[in-house]
């Protein structure tokens, strides 16, 4: 066999319809200009939940709350900044209000989790199974010091070359964490599926059959109403077993205090507060 042939070869058995695979193409903004492009790997056989969360939010699939509370629909991650970064070690997207505290309106649990992996995207969270639309990617195999978790879901990986092939996506995030955050936009992502495996996935999101994946929370218009019992005033909320919601309250409608979370628990028959 001559060497020709089988580089022909190889690129066939490494090409991306070779396998289930899905793709995250990523088109980053300075201002109204474009700042760089990257391509991601997306791990949805050990992080299907958060793949699953993130194709969601990414395409638009489900509504969302956005930072001044009102439900949305549409992509979720477009016109975000990377609102925190660390150079050398990570940046990090995904919080609508550019705080890094906040999310798309629910938490969902932990995949596979992993202390630390070159160029990884990471679930941002605050604690055990409260991950939410955050997300860091890690520039070295080390996590940032100034990390107190530790224990984070990985849920895909940034490629080398980008997607047209115009450049080194890792150098693009490389450059990217050495500017003050707030200042880079995310201005589409663009998701690539490969493979009957990869395409029956993301058929998935959308089934209302499917047992696990379409049962990932979303948002919608909160349901509540004020009845008096007992010389009290109380809150009713919507009684969907496992829904949420968030209060927040003021005695001078100036300051305000919250958010306080309350949870419809499943099987639970008190829906006042």
Request: charged share 15%; with cysteine.
């Amino acid at each position: 066999m001559n060497r020709a042939l089988f580089a022909s070869l190889l690129l066939i058995l490494d090409s991306p319809c070779s396998q289930a695979q899905v793709f995250a193409d990523f088109e980053l903004k300075s201002g109204p200009v474009e700042y760089g492009r990257f391509t991601a790997k997306l791990d949805h056989l050990y992080s299907p939940h958060a793949v699953a969360n993130f194709i969601r939010l990414a395409e638009g699939l489900v509504p969302w709350v956005d930072a001044e509370g009102i439900v949305r629909t549409g992509p979720f991650y477009d016109g975000l900044t990377f609102h925190d970064t660390t150079s050398g070690y990570e940046v990090v997207t995904g919080s609508p209000s550019g705080s890094g505290i906040d999310g798309p309106g629910w938490l969902i649990r932990d995949d596979f989790r992993s202390s630390g992996a070159l160029f990884s995207l990471f679930m941002d969270n605050d604690g055990p199974n409260t991950n939410g639309s955050r997300f860091f990617i890690n520039l070295t195999a080390v996590l940032n010091p100034n990390r107190h978790g530790g224990q984070y879901t990985r849920f895909g990986q940034v490629l080398i070359p980008t997607n047209p092939p115009t450049g080194n996506g890792r150098a693009t995030l490389i450059e990217l964490a050495n500017i003050p955050g707030g200042n880079i936009t995310i201005a589409s992502i663009n998701l690539r599926y490969f493979g009957d495996d990869a395409q029956n996935f993301r058929q998935r999101l959308i089934n209302p059959s499917d047992p696990v994946l379409f049962s990932l929370p979303s948002s919608r218009e909160a349901v509540f109403s004020f009845r008096h019992q007992s010389g009290s005033i109380l809150l009713d909320w919507d009684t969907t077993p496992g829904s949420g919601i968030q209060l927040w309250g003021s005695l001078d409608l100036q300051t305000w205090t919250g958010p306080l979370s309350a949870f419809n628990v499943p099987g639970s028959t008190d829906f006042g507060d």
